[in-house]
């Protein structure tokens, strides 16, 4: 490969890990109190969180460059402070963040739902708090479903698209990833790029697709 697609591939990768440690915490939380309380507005809730899932990512895109462009309240206040978003890698980090954040809470909820509650009871009768409670037993009862969620989410933040293109555009060397670097030189006749990345595009998609569902068999199996 070329050193071009290499660096392509390398910047993919490392933002793509990058947006998924960023939304690992705020995932596990939210799939903590999706699964676990009940209140009022909570599918409302739900809702939003799964909105990337159904929504167009062009239409999601917009609604990030709306939040975090230079004339918005919020990107005023970054900007102010020495914070640009749009058109730039910081961009690419938020697009695939938010845009891979469902996948992580919907298969992280999945798994503590299946976390027996009682384990739970027994371990505060024993004397233990919340905090400890859920690091001691509810996370490690869950963690195949968490994996697997992160797993998604890195291949979902590698292929994105189209919320990308709104928030971070296709700058060469800049904000240019996989899916990106793969439409220009598409639009531009230089397919055998094209289909080298297309290549290390499918490789990393199998191989975190593959992991996920092998940690999901052997969720169901123990």
Known sequence: MSAEIWQ???????????????????????AWVLARKNWAGKTFVETIVMLPLVMPPVATGLVLLKIFGRRSPVGAWL???????????????????VMSFPL??????????????RLEQIASTLG???PRIFFAVTLPLAWRGVVAGCLLAYSRALGEFGAT???????????QTLSLAIYS????????????????????????VAL?????????KT
């Open 165 to 175: 293109i709104m928030v971070a555009g296709n700058i060469p060397g800049r904000t």
């Open 8 to 30: 392509i591939t390398l910047f993919s990768l490392a933002v793509a890990l990058a947006s998924t440690l960023l939304i690992l915490p705020i995932g596990i939380a939210v």
């Open 104 to 117: 992580l809470v919907r298969s992280a909820r999945s798994a503590f739902v299946e976390v027996d509650p």
């Open 79 to 97: 900007y102010d402070r020495g914070v640009e978003v749009v058109f730039n890698p910081k961009g690419v980090l938020i697009a695939m963040a």
């Open 212 to 220: 996920s569902e092998r940690l999901a068999r052997s969720k169901i």
């Open 185 to 208: 030189f598409v639009q531009l006749g230089q397919d055998h790029e094209a289909l080298t990345l297309l290549g290390v595009t499918i490789v990393l998609a199998f191989i975190a």
């Open 128 to 130: 233990a708090a919340g």
